[in-house]
């Protein structure tokens, strides 16, 4: 499944504000409780980084450089170790929506985090995808945001390009189209400060290794603040 990763998504953060994405915070919840219904038995979560790396587990993080002093942790060690602190922003949002599912805290669910670096090449993050596979059920979280250039008070201000691109997005997330996915273009997607595209990217490469149909549902697509956001499900036909 594919998620977006603001900050704003936390209501202790957009504060006031917070009902403005009672939506796609619903949409969030939906989609990731489907995932956790699944046979999974690791879910993996994979979101932009400053490289591109699999994270030591457990897994924390703290919302304070927005301004909440609110610690997400995903998963305990029985040694007591420290694991991977300070979360990069997708990971840590992945982390506060599955800490939202009563169910991540009772299955005993495999956790598992991945960054791939946000400029990587559209071969590397297909490559990156097809290694992640598991001997036993899985499931890939997949936090990115569309273009940030939908409006005039957008981080990236107004792209008349912006809104074409995040319909091919919804399409493909919609339609499971791996072929749309990695058919991205990378300076595009960094021109409209696209923060999904490796992820996706990496996504659709998983999807293609494992071959077979696929389906997806698209549960969620706007830009409320100018950036775009989608959410939605794939699984397997």
Same mark, same amino acid.
């Given at each position: 499944m594919k998620d977006p990763h603001p900050p704003l998504l936390v209501p202790e953060i957009a504060g006031a504000a917070a009902s403005e994405l009672d939506d796609l915070r619903t949409a969030c919840d939906?989609?990731?409780?489907?995932? +956790?219904?699944?046979?999974?038995? /690791?879910?993996?979560v994979i979101g932009a980084g400053d490289?591109?790396?699999?994270? #030591?587990?457990?897994?924390?993080?703290?919302?304070?450089?927005?301004?909440?002093?609110?610690?997400?942790?995903?998963?305990?060690?029985?040694?007591?170790?420290?694991g991977t602190d300070h +979360?990069?922003?997708?990971?840590?949002?992945g982390a506060w929506l599955l800490d939202r599912q009563p169910a991540a805290r009772t299955r005993? /669910?495999?956790?598992?985090?991945? /960054?791939?670096r946000? #400029?990587?090449?559209?071969? /590397?993050?297909?490559?990156?995808?097809?290694?992640?596979?598991?001997?036993?059920?899985?499931?890939?979280?997949?936090?990115?945001?569309g273009s940030a250039c939908r409006g005039e008070k957008a981080p990236g201000h107004v792209d008349p390009r912006a809104e074409a691109y995040d319909g091919t997005v919804?399409?493909?997330?919609?339609?499971?189209?791996?072929?749309? +996915?990695?058919?991205?273009d990378a300076g595009l997607s960094t021109q409209l400060k696209v923060a999904g595209r490796a992820p996706w990217q990496v996504l659709a490469g998983a999807a293609r290794a494992a071959g077979g149909p696929?389906?997806?549902e698209l549960g969620y697509h706007a830009a409320p603040y100018g950036v775009g956001y989608l959410v939605a499900n794939w699984e397997r036909s």
């Open positions: 939906a989609a990731v409780s489907r995932l +956790l219904d699944s046979a999974a038995r /690791t879910v993996l490289c591109s790396a699999d994270l #030591d587990f457990p897994f924390r993080g703290s919302f304070a450089p927005w301004g909440v002093p609110l610690e997400v942790r995903l998963g305990d060690h029985p040694d007591g170790l420290a +979360l990069p922003l997708g990971l840590l949002v005993g /669910t495999h956790w598992r985090m991945t /960054t791939v946000a #400029d990587e090449p559209v071969e /590397t993050c297909a490559d990156l995808g097809a290694r992640l596979g598991s001997a036993q059920p899985w499931a890939l979280l997949v936090m990115g945001d919804a399409r493909a997330l919609a339609d499971a189209d791996r072929d749309a +996915l990695l058919g991205l696929w389906r997806g």
